[in-house]
């Protein structure tokens, strides 16, 4: 078995790494607006205010796309462009640039799939609390009725939040993404549980009111593990690890996000934690919550390492042990453990919404971006997703992070992830090879693997 013919193979970006034109056309600041340039929050003080100037490229980018050959593309709404104090008045301009995006997209020939929250939360809304803020979940379904009444007739497919856990963990927790802030667990906890309200408002919402028959997915990301050895007690362990809220806590765990969601309930470990700090769901909360979704969305890059052992690597690394430029160990069969023992225990189809890696690329003499490990490294990791499709996992799509390079968070600029090259004193984009290799595994369905 390959994959299926109707695979979605695309790739994704986020407003806030690649749209620019932070303060045009309307557009109301962002947590990241705010905070990115100051403190060495981010590597060299920068911001996305250029970004790949994106908003005033979106022609030349949607070519590109069709010159890769793009069935998909993963996009995010930048919520203080559409709406600029995060609830009240909206922007129409901001709006319809999504709407214009759309349109053109669907005039290429490419499937938008629109993801409502990439991390860039509306700074007026962060100063009356963000989603420590009991009312944030409604904020949330304000914006979300707005893009949904503007999109839904001709997006089908919909994201909700992307990685609930850095929206935490990085932003509250760890406090190296904005809002750079480092939270107490009594508070993570009720910010926690107003993210999944806010997806679940959203996904009832867009289940209701969209106009063309959607489909709706959550995109959270890891901890997977990959079992040490083929044997029974090795693949258990590497299961119970991957669902357990131990190790870096709730935040950053999987199932603290994906239990409520598609179980109905919080992990036991939660409580045998924090007791009765765990802040509770109405059972009409939990009905929002629990909105069935439609596919299981997730980002994977690397495999999460154990403790460490003699020799101080965790489990998943060793002497000479590759690496991405931004550290994050390859691993390709993490993306069959991750959609096997996610699948297993939700039941959804999975939809690879981020795959990728960040390497050091440069045009070289003859103007050409000579990326060959990211085309052995998106090579094997396709090559592990096709064999859980041969194990009975059911895929919906793979969507490579990214389309182009772009502002990688508190890496700023540093970290190249894209298929294309953004030169960004120019802001000439370049096609890699990696991209020319990719329209060639699109153009045969992955039988080129
Ligand atoms: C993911 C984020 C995405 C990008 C990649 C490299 O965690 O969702 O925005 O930064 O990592």
């Not at 799939?113 to 379904?141: C, M, Q, V």
């Not at 690397?302 to 690496?323: D, F, H, I, L, M």
């Amino acid at each position: 078995m390959s994959f299926p013919k109707d695979f979605l193979w695309g790739a994704a970006t986020a407003a806030y790494q690649i749209e620019g034109a932070y303060n045009e056309d309307g557009r109301g600041p962002s947590i990241w607006d705010k905070y990115s340039a100051y403190h060495g929050n981010t590597r060299y003080n920068e911001t996305g205010h250029v970004a790949d100037d994106h908003y005033h490229r979106v022609d030349e980018d949607i070519a590109i796309m069709k010159e890769i050959g793009l069935k998909a593309y993963r996009f995010s709404i930048s919520w203080s462009r559409v709406i600029p104090e995060g609830v009240g008045k909206v922007n129409e301009k901001g709006l319809k640039f999504y709407s214009d995006l759309v349109d053109k997209l669907i005039a290429a020939g490419i499937e938008p799939i629109a993801t409502l929250y990439h991390w860039d939360y509306p700074y007026a809304l962060h100063r009356k609390g963000a989603w420590l803020n009991d009312d944030s979940s409604e904020w949330f379904l304000e914006y979300t009725r707005v893009v949904v009444d503007a999109l839904s007739d001709r997006v089908r497919y919909w994201a909700t939040i992307n990685e609930p856990q850095c929206v935490l963990g990085c932003g509250y927790w760890g406090g190296f993404h904005a809002p750079f802030q480092q939270a107490q667990p009594c508070d993570l906890l009720i910010m926690g549980r107003n993210v999944l309200l806010s997806h679940g408002k959203a996904a009832n919402y867009i289940r209701n009111h969209a106009k063309k028959t959607p489909i709706i997915g959550f995109t959270p990301i890891g901890p997977s593990y990959i079992p040490k050895d083929d044997s029974a007690e090795a693949i258990e362990e590497a299961r119970r690890k991957t669902f357990s809220t131990e190790g870096e806590g709730f935040t950053f765990s999987l199932s603290y996000w994906s239990d409520p969601v598609f179980l109905g309930k919080y992990p036991d470990e939660l409580y045998e934690d924090y007791g009765d700090m765990v802040p509770e769901f109405t059972d009409e909360e939990w009905k929002l919550v629990t909105e069935p979704l439609d596919y299981y969305g997730t980002n994977i890059y690397y495999s999460q390492g154990g403790p460490k052992g003699v020799e101080g690597y965790p489990e998943n690394r060793y002497q000479g042990a590759p690496e991405s430029h931004i550290g994050w160990i390859v691993a390709p069969e993490v993306m069959y453990w991750s959609a096997k023992f996610l699948y297993e225990r939700y039941g959804k189809p999975i939809m690879i919404t981020e795959n990728g890696m960040a390497e050091h690329d440069w045009i070289c003499l003859d103007g050409k971006v000579h990326d060959t490990y990211r085309i052995d490294y998106t090579h094997r990791y396709l090559k592990e997703f096709r064999r859980a499709a041969e194990d009975g996992v059911p895929l919906v799509g793979y969507l490579h992070w990214s389309l182009m390079d772009n502002y990688e968070w508190a890496e700023g600029y540093t970290m190249r992830f894209g298929l294309v090259y953004v030169d960004y004193g120019t802001l000439k984009r370049t096609i890699k090879d990696s991209g020319y290799w990719y329209r060639d595994v699109i153009e045969s369905n992955g039988e080129k693997l």
